[in-house]
């Protein structure tokens, strides 16, 4: 039976329309066409395989199992995210322009909630969860131009190596609400998905992460569980927290903004988070903030992230931007699909719709899934030993590629892997794995049809984030 019969076969037996779907298939299966004698010799002239590179085969890499004690889903606290949201929305509004200073209704009712929870977590910890509630003033069109009052709260847990805890690693939501009124601090913003959500996903990472005993992560580098305001005015909050990372001399490894995390309402649930990275303005590199999408999709598998290139939906905003802008590694997990209805928007029925963000609207089981990828990731990264420095590609005009990079001395490295990748490809792949920081020539690979990135892989199996080899690409004399 030929395949063209044995396809128009099966869709007959789908009791479906034969004829109009095999046209259809046809269209986007051209290989399941009879190949024409003219095409079998188009294939010998266009399809003919590359020469292969390099030509005497690949090395065959060493590669370590990743980091045991993986987070299961089982572990996360689903009630405990809900009642934190919960609490969240029953401040009524968190305007960043409401007060902060009534306990029952405001941002200072939410920054409040989100301290007691800080503390009870801070108690399972040992003491070393460390809770700051950092003030600042922000002034802007949506201040009225005028300096306000705002807060935000951080959870920190400084890593155990002395020379990583400088690297700081942030997960962050952002509690303050708005309406469709922007300026106005007195309607109702119940913000559950926008973002108390992204909130309940950097709290629950802190408890994961921070708690004592069976399970405990010991990362080697700082942890930073931050609930942001003033995102709504203008990413103040975010602003503030770079400021103060760099104002305690900390490095920024990674940050992991989560702002819209909690629904998941699409038929076919549950589905992928989505994974927004901004590509950066180097030529032939990806931005650090693509290598950390990258990393944590590798981390937490295809299966959980749906990585997305791009910094953020069209005509919106994040709080991963002020990093990302300062050429820091930063992305942003928003849910898979978003009901504009419930976001931003003043509570109301409007022609039988129901306008405003409420908590009804959530998934929880969505959000927990969620909160583990964020903390899966979180705990390799920080296990993991700094990334490679100064990562340059070389040999530009010669049969081999090289690849240059520094590294500082750190016994509980295991050593470097290079990677590489087609230029149209979205991920790496392994090619070499060494033991030490120097000049590596990939003998018989060209500097021209493929990038190249290095890692560091711990002794625990944890790599670091990749870091592009770099290139001048000057004109020639
Ligand atoms: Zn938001």
């Not at 230029?423 to 590596?440: G, K, L, N």
């Amino acid at each position: 039976m030929t395949t063209r019969k044995k396809l128009a076969r099966s869709f007959a037996e789908l009791a479906l329309p034969s004829v109009v779907l095999f046209v259809n298939a046809s269209a986007v299966l051209p290989a399941l066409r009879d190949p024409s004698p003219q095409r079998t010799q188009d294939r010998r002239v266009l399809g003919a395989p590359d020469p292969a590179e390099p030509p005497q085969g690949k090395p065959a890499p060493k590669l370590l199992a990743r980091p045991a004690g993986a987070l299961s889903r089982r572990e996360v606290d689903e009630a405990g995210m809900r009642s934190l949201i919960e609490q969240l929305v029953a401040c009524g509004t968190r305007h960043s322009l409401s007060s902060w200073t009534d306990p029952k209704r405001g941002a200072g009712c939410g920054r409040d909630r989100i301290v007691a929870h800080l503390n009870e977590i801070a108690k399972n910890s040992g003491g070393k969860l460390q809770v700051v509630v950092d003030k600042f003033e922000a002034t802007g069109e949506r201040t009225n131009n005028k300096p306000a009052h705002m807060e935000n709260v951080y959870g920190v847990l400084p890593g155990s190596d002395p020379k990583l805890a400088k690297t700081v690693f942030i997960v962050s939501g952002h509690f303050d609400s708005i309406t469709s009124d922007l300026m106005n601090p007195n309607l109702d913003a119940a913000g559950a998905d926008d973002d108390a959500s992204g909130v309940a996903v950097s709290m629950e990472c802190a408890r994961l992460l921070s708690r004592m005993g069976p399970g405990a992560v010991g990362g080697r580098a700082t942890l930073l569980f931050a609930a942001v305001s003033g995102e709504e005015q203008r990413l103040y909050g975010a602003e503030r927290m770079l400021q103060w990372v760099k104002e305690q001399g900390y490095t920024v490894g990674g940050m992991l903004d989560n702002d819209i995390v909690g629904a998941d309402f699409a038929p076919g649930v549950p589905h992928r988070v989505r994974l927004f990275s901004g590509a950066g303005e180097q030529d032939d590199a990806d931005s650090p903030s693509r290598e950390l999408a990258r990393a944590i999709e590798e981390i937490d598998s295809r299966e959980a992230i749906r990585l997305i290139f791009s910094l953020d939906r069209l005509g919106r905003g994040g709080d991963h931007e002020p990093f990302y802008r300062a050429g820091l590694p930063a992305v942003r997990f928003t849910e898979p699909l978003e009901d504009y209805r419930h976001q931003h928007q003043t509570p109301r029925m409007e022609n039988g719709v129901e306008y405003g963000d409420r908590m009804k609207y959530l998934n929880l089981r969505f959000a927990g899934n969620v909160a583990r990828a964020n903390a899966e990731a979180l705990r390799q990264l920080v296990l993991a030993p700094a990334v490679p420095a100064t990562v340059k590609l070389g040999g530009g005009v010669t049969p081999d590629a090289k690849i240059t990079w520094g590294a500082e001395e750190d016994p509980e490295r295991a050593g470097f892997e290079i990677l590489w990748r087609e230029t149209t490809e979205p991920r790496w792949q392994v090619f070499q794995f060494v033991t030490s920081a120097r000049e590596t020539a990939l003998k018989g690979v060209s500097t021209d049809n493929h990038f190249f990135a290095v890692r560091s892989v711990g002794k625990n199996g944890a790599r670091s984030m990749a870091v592009a080899a770099s290139a001048p690409r000057a004109l020639p004399f």
